[in-house]
Each structure stands twice: as structure tokens, then as C-alpha cells.
């Protein structure tokens, strides 16, 4: 993991474990993190985060019964492979995450609308690039070397 990804925002409704769970959960599945990419230790993330490693241990433990990383003593704890079937997603914690965009979205004066084509504009795919233009250039005629005149 190379950048700090991984966030707790105090005001959340969300215990800061399962702000850690949700979103290296999130990074796993959407492939910015891959298999066998290696995590920062307990006691580093917890440092990281101002945060007690008791917590920190428990979103890692959490991430492992799910089969999302592995520890190996020796080899540190790691993104594991992802299972091939589709994952089911939890709709407490997907309400939490709402209710807290939501709220956060309000107190930035964002009204409904504003909040509604947020997530639209979230949920659709990025444009593609315009495609690279077909025209030719005529091609250049080689400069001739003047000889030395002597």
C-alpha cells in the first residue's frame, strides 16, 4: 500500500474498525489493491491513523474471515485472491455510508439535487478519451546537406 488510502473520520456513525474494513474492503474489489500487494502492519496503520492497534487488528481480522487479505507470520499480511463469484454487500453498512455522504454533502449547502447528481455522476463511467485524430501529415522531404564550398 502506497499511499494513505485508508481514512477514519471521527464524526461518523461508522466505528473507525469498519471505517478500515469498508474501505480496504472497497480497494481490494475495485483492483486498487492486488493480490498478494502488502499492507502496513497493525501497529503501523494504527500509527498512521492515530488509532489504538486493537482496532486496527480487528478491520484485519474482519478482512480475513472474509478472505479478503492473509497474515503469514514472516511475510506480513497481504491482499488475498479474489474470489471469482460476485460478493454480497452489506446493506447496514451501505446505509451508513449513505447517511454519512449524505450529511456530509448537506453540510457543505449541497441540497438534494445536488447530493442525487453527485452520485449519478460517481456511478458513470468516466468519457473515454476523444480517439486519436487519422489525418496524415505529408511527409518531410530530407534536408540536403550544403557542401563546403572551398
Partial sequence: MHDPAVRVDITSQAPPYEQIRAQLAALIRTGRLTEGE?????RQLATDLGLA???VARAYRELESAKLIRT???AGTRVAALPPEPYPHDADQLNTL??????TARALGADTEDILTAVRDALSP????PPPTTERMAPRRPRRQSKPQT
Fill in 38 to 42: 502488502r499492507l502496513p502492519t497493525v
Fill in 72 to 74: 503469514r507470520r514472516g
Fill in 126 to 129: 468516466p468519457p473515454l478519451p
Fill in 53 to 55: 492497534p486493537g482496532t
Fill in 98 to 103: 449513505a447517511r454519512d455522504f449524505t450529511s
